[in-house]
């Protein structure tokens, strides 16, 4: 049967584990993966496009010094200027491999050495990437009981000595889009205390129905603070292809980054530079259609949810593809290994995105209706029979 053009999803299990991603590599054969952040879709047909002609014309050696040779720069700053609202000057777009190394290129270049703040739960390299840097990670919970940015615990952190945030933004896992008084709140006491935030908005383009995504970079002062950290890789599915932008606040800021030695940024590849291009200038139908599917599998998610597993608490996501869910209410000792051995469905650990998380983990919903289905019939079998 060929697939359908107008549905991303539709691709089988075969195809996916012949294409050879640790999502469906690293499960056993019989194992649905609902583990990690990545899309069950086929490529973007532009995106793919665009790959096929730079490997035709030999496009595999060292990526051009100058990324305006692609056009990643002008696309990027087009992109996020018809989108959000964001006026970008290109010349301050910077390569970098990936979102983790050019926060960690961000941290070592322009944050003192002084202890990074990481909201919890987390996404797990953040939590990795801040002892790397030769700092002390201190974590603080993302949300007060409201359900909002904890601004208070980050006040209290940089009061006791930190210097950087790292803010996710839109939330991966909460799925959480900050309001513009959440993130002004973040801006007053980071200025109060000069201190820095790195804003990984790589799951901005990713906001459903309902939310609307602000840059931190769009927040009035915040220009001396923030390092914007983002790639086209998550909502167009291309982690592998190596390219993600840093956006520094200042002209300052971006001359630091760009002085440092090769070494300290490296990884970035040639056809990333024009996967992105590519992605940014016409691949905006293809997300558009994307996120309206994404939206159907998060209200089916939440059908199947309040139907099926009623015992598991969660919030659906205001963006991203990613669901939180909260296993204290299921009767099984080690719920994550539960799901594994009786309902043969791979969900993440809720320890690694933070401490004290054990009873938690975050499933992706980005695939197909059916394929989907079987994931929550598989988490039915294991979460609503006898502990384990």
Partial sequence: MEPDPDDPFDITDDELRRAGSARWTHPPGDVLPAWIAEMDVRPCPPVLDAVRTAVDQGMVGYPPIDAGVVGLPEAFAAFVRDRFGWAVDPDLVLPCGDVMSGVRLALETLCDQAPVVVPVPSYPPMLDVVPLTGRKLVTVPALDGDRRLHVDAIDAAF??????????????????????????????????????????????????????????????????????????????????????????????????????????????????????????????????????????????????????????????????????????????????????????????????????????????????????????????????????
């Fill in 159 to 388: 009061a006791a000595g930190a210097r950087t945030v790292l803010l996710s933004s839109p939330h991966n896992p909460l799925g959480r889009v900050w309001s513009r008084a959440e993130l002004e709140g973040l801006r007053d006491v980071a200025e109060r205390h000069g201190a820095r935030v790195i804003s990984d908005e790589v799951h901005a383009p990713l906001v459903l129905a309902g939310a609307l995504h602000l840059p931190y970079a769009l927040v009035d002062g915040t220009a001396r603070q923030v390092t914007t950290v983002t790639s086209a890789s998550k909502a167009w599915n291309i982690p592998g292809l190596k390219c993600a932008q840093l956006v520094p606040g200042t002209a300052a800021d971006a001359a630091a980054l760009a002085a440092t030695p090769h070494v300290a940024n490296h990884g970035v590849s040639p056809l990333g530079l024009v996967a992105g291009a590519a992605a940014y200038t016409r691949g905006r139908a293809w997300l558009d259609h994307l996120i309206t599917e994404l939206d159907r599998r998060r209200s089916e998610l939440a059908d199947m949810m309040a139907e099926r597993l009623p015992q598991v608490a969660w919030t659906p996501p205001e963006a991203t593809y990613l669901a939180w869910l909260d296993l204290r209410g299921v009767p099984s000792a080690n719920p994550v290994r539960r799901a594994l051995v009786a309902g043969r469905v791979m969900v993440s650990r809720g320890t690694d995105f933070g401490p004290g998380l054990d009873r938690f983990t975050r499933i992706t919903f980005a695939t197909s209706a059916e394929r989907l289905e079987r994931v929550v019939d598989g988490l039915t079998r294991a979460w609503s029979t006898s502990p384990g």
